[in-house]
Every structure is written in structure tokens, then in C-alpha cells.
């Protein structure tokens, strides 16, 4: 039972962190180097380096850019888009570095696994703040950028301290986007699209975000009234 457990909570972390990563990859590594350096947890010889000062002071500056900068309509999705090349390699590194010294198949096996997470909950953050975006309020920003970070000190805790529990709700959290990326994906394409319309020349003739033009079709033999 011991070593079930033990490697329960290797797979709980590894996955863990990737998940995280895909979504808020400082806060990630900010409570990692925090739970290290007060001692509440024993990292595996692979995310030592989290735990070092340097690393944490450079998790802790880029969290706190990342606090303001995701809040801000507009410039969230730019940042998200820049953190394509960042969240997900780190994803995979952290996955990897979680497994300890098992060996390379094993590491690059998390790496794998680990990368395609972060890619998928990267993809459902950036994807819904672009939909997001097109509400003329500033407060439903607000709102998802801090019920991100609640979400991830919450799962990062679980895949710690409960992870049973964690691997319980990936589960579900996984079926969940197989279902939801798809149509966040739809969204966003006519997102781009009522934008490209607008800035290509033709504003009156972009339709709202929210028309649905088989709606409006004519039924087969209507005809127009005079």
C-alpha cells in the first residue's frame, strides 16, 4: 500500500503542476518555492531548484505582472498568447521534473502527458478570455482571473495533501474540456471573424457576435408579403 500511495502522489503532482502550469504558471511555482522554504513539503530532486531564492523571486515579480496584466481586457489575451512558448514547455518540465529520478522513460513520458495537459488548459484560458472579452463590462475579467487563482493554490493543495481527490476531479476537469473546447473554439473563430469584418471595411455589415443566421433563413415556399 505504501508504494501505491508513493506513486499516487507522484502521478497526483507531476500532473498536477502541468495542469497548473497551463493556467497560471507563477502562482505555480510561487507556491511551490513558498511550501519548500517553510518547510511543509519535501520536493523531488527534479523541482529543487523551485525552492531556490532566485527562482522565487523571479516567480513572485512575474505573478505579480501577471496579477494586473490578466485583469485588464485586451491585454490578458495578448499576454495569454505570449505564454503559448512559456506555460506549456514549463508544463512539461515540471511534469517531468515531479517524477524524481525514476528514469529518462518515465520523465519523458511525464513530459509528454504533462505538455498535452498544460496545452489543453492553456487553450481553455486563453479561448474563454477572448469570449470573455467581448462583454463591455471590466468585471467579469476580474472575476475569472481570480477564480483561476484560487483554482490552482486549490488543486496544487489537493495534488499534495489529497491526491485521490485530485486525480478524481482531473478526471472529471478532463471529460469537462473534451466537451468545452470545441465550442469555446467555435466562439472564438466568430470572434475573429466579427473582427476582421470590422477592421477590413466593412462595420455595417458585421454581424453580432451572438446572431445566429439560420434563424433568419426563409422557410421553403415563404414568401414576402406586400
Not at 178 to 187: A, D, F, I, K
Amino acid at each position: 500500500m505504501d508504494q501505491l500511495e508513493q506513486i499516487t502522489q507522484m502521478i497526483a503532482l507531476s500532473m498536477g503542476l502541468a495542469w497548473a502550469s497551463g493556467i497560471n504558471l507563477y502562482a505555480t511555482l510561487l507556491m511551490l518555492g513558498v511550501l519548500s522554504n517553510t518547510g511543509n513539503i519535501v520536493l523531488p530532486p527534479g523541482l529543487e531548484v523551485v525552492g531556490d531564492p532566485m527562482v522565487l523571486m523571479a516567480a513572485g515579480l512575474m505573478y505579480c505582472v501577471e496579477f494586473f496584466a490578466d485583469k485588464v481586457p485586451g491585454v490578458d489575451t495578448g499576454w495569454d498568447t505570449l505564454h503559448t512558448f512559456i506555460r506549456i514547455p514549463a508544463g512539461a518540465a515540471l511534469a517531468a521534473g515531479a517524477v524524481g529520478e525514476i528514469g529518462l522513460p518515465v520523465e519523458v513520458a511525464a513530459a509528454i502527458v504533462g505538455g498535452s495537459l498544460a496545452t489543453a488548459t492553456h487553450a481553455a484560458k486563453a479561448g474563454s478570455r477572448v469570449l470573455i472579452n467581448t462583454s463591455p463590462e471590466p468585471f467579469s475579467n476580474w472575476t475569472a482571473s481570480i477564480t483561476e487563482d484560487v483554482v490552482v493554490i486549490g488543486g496544487i493543495w489537493a495534488a499534495l495533501y489529497n491526491p485521490w481527490l485530485f486525480l478524481a476531479g482531473l478526471l472529471v476537469f478532463v471529460l469537462l474540456l473534451v466537451w468545452l473546447l470545441p465550442r469555446v473554439w467555435r466562439g472564438v473563430k466568430r470572434v475573429f471573424r466579427f473582427l476582421a469584418r470590422l477592421f477590413g471595411g466593412n462595420a455595417d455589415e458585421a454581424p453580432p457576435l451572438n446572431t445566429r443566421s439560420d434563424s433568419h433563413r426563409a422557410l421553403p415556399g415563404e414568401r414576402s408579403r406586400h
